[in-house]
């Protein structure tokens, strides 16, 4: 059973400082990996993909991978009250069809 | 402007009524696939598509059937709701060529109820 893994938090954070979320994953020929972020209510947004080892920043988001200890983080620098919202790792497994296994997600919420 | 639309956004409904929610998409994506999003579950798959007259099961079929007759629609049918398909309810859209396979776009949701 392919899994992944997240904290359920909620992981809070003071506005200005910045946010870790960590994801862990089950298996080892995974391909792709995302951060998906959920407004309470509302559908996932796709805020940052990453497919090779190491880090890719996108303004304030930086995404790291390690495909060898199968781990993939989100950071959120100067964190905004409003980031507060579900995080959701994604991983795309091999296997030609295309397939997202989701974690449960990661509360965030950054206090003023 | 691109954009996967369900509808409608907000059902309620009771045992037996055969229902259908409504998925189209814009970009000309190959693949399809529909999503339940339950309190401590996070999204599990029901179903996808990766093309035309190609569909297949995900992780948690029962209950539900769907189509992809036309390459943009993709329709998720309960001939026979019951009180445990109440929940949230994403359809989501991708590509299969290029460097951007697997990235998935949601449309904005359906909340369904049964009673």
């Known amino acids: 059973q392919k899994e992944v893994e997240q904290n359920s938090g909620p992981l809070s954070v003071p506005e200005g400082a910045i946010a870790s979320l960590n994801c862990t994953y089950s298996?080892?020929?995974?391909?792709?990996f995302f951060w998906y972020r959920q407004y309470s209510g509302k559908s996932p947004e796709l805020i940052m993909s990453?497919?090779?080892?190491g880090d890719k920043e996108d303004g304030r988001f930086t995404a790291q991978l390690n495909k060898a200890s199968q781990y993939v983080s989100l950071l959120i620098r100067d964190s905004q009250p409003s980031d507060s919202a579900t995080y959701l790792c994604a991983v795309g497994f091999s296997g030609g069809y295309n397939k997202l296994i989701f974690g449960a997600g990661t509360r965030l919420a950054v206090h003023p | 402007e691109a954009q996967v639309t369900q509808n409608p956004r907000y059902l309620i409904t009771v045992t037996g009524k055969k229902l259908t929610v409504t998925c189209s998409q814009n970009?000309?994506?190959?693949?399809m696939s529909w999503y339940r999003q339950d309190p401590g579950l996070g999204l599990r798959q029901i179903y996808y598509?990766?093309?035309?007259?190609?569909?297949d099961k995900g992780d948690v079929p029962e209950g539900y059937k769907v189509s992809r007759k036309e390459k943009r629609n993709f329709p998720l049918i309960l001939e026979s709701p019951s009180p445990n398909q109440t929940s949230l309810y994403f359809c989501?859209?991708?590509?299969?060529?290029?460097?951007?396979?697997?990235?998935?776009?949601f449309g904005p949701g359906t909340r369904l109820t049964v009673t």
């Open positions: 989501a859209s991708s590509s299969l060529t290029g460097e951007e396979d697997y990235e998935q776009y």
């Open positions: 970009m000309n994506h190959e693949y």
């Open positions: 298996d080892r020929v995974s391909q792709s």
């Open positions: 990453i497919y090779s080892n």
């Open positions: 598509s990766m093309n035309v007259e190609v569909t």
